[in-house]
């Protein structure tokens, strides 16, 4: 419907431009215009808007079929990736579809991230997450630069972070029940990206 709107305001900023062109040769002597020129500013305006919120619409529709694949938790949605990328890949593809490796902030989101990650990759399945320290060792960062707040390291059998500078890529274990684990930002691993709903 938008779309169709838009359809017709160009024609109509077509028709508009043509007549002032027609006008302007027929009128040489006669100043008077049938548009004024604000009304053509005005017009070029609306039609820019139009093009915008026809964007704004098409990006919210994309967004809408991505939770539709995927899920929804709080403001976000997750789609599941079970091709196995490195750290940087797995970024790049979700940058490339507007989203970015998923990034649990809290406790709650984390649950949900590990219960998709179970029934979507597989129970025993590890996934990138957004979370490195490649900047400073030890000072772990999300895909902004902001340091993390919520953190849900592995630290019953093992100590986690524990790879030193070999290991800066942070990963959720659902064999694990969604603890992290860091590993060398080469390891090839499914992953999920996640979209925020505006």
């Not at 027609?22 to 053509?40: A, H, I, L, P």
């Not at 219960?115 to 990759?121: A, T």
């Not at 800066?168 to 694990?176: K, Y």
Request: charge should be negative.
């Amino acid at each position: 419907m938008e779309y169709r709107r838009a359809c017709i305001l160009l024609c109509l900023f077509c028709f508009v431009q043509v007549t002032l062109q027609q006008n302007g040769k027929k009128n040489k002597q006669n100043n008077k215009d049938v548009v004024s020129m604000k009304m053509y500013e005005d017009l070029k305006k609306k039609v820019q808007n139009i093009e915008e919120d026809v964007i704004h619409l098409k990006e919210q529709q994309a967004l809408q079929t991505i939770c539709l694949k995927g899920m929804k938790i709080y403001n976000k949605c997750f789609l599941a990736f079970n091709e196995l990328k490195t750290y940087h890949q797995a970024s790049d593809v979700c940058f490339a579809q507007g989203g970015t490796l998923s990034t649990p902030e809290t406790g709650d989101e984390n649950d949900s991230l590990y219960d998709y990650v179970r029934k979507s990759i597989g129970s025993s399945a590890e996934i990138w997450i957004g979370i490195n320290d490649m900047a400073t060792e030890g000072t772990w960062l999300d895909l902004t630069g902001s340091p993390i707040s919520f953190k849900h390291w592995e630290t019953e059998i093992t100590t986690q972070p524990d790879g030193g500078k070999q290991e800066n890529c942070a990963a959720l274990s659902a064999s694990a029940i969604g603890r992290w684990f860091d590993k060398n930002c080469k390891t090839e691993l499914p992953f999920v990206c996640q979209f925020s709903i505006v």
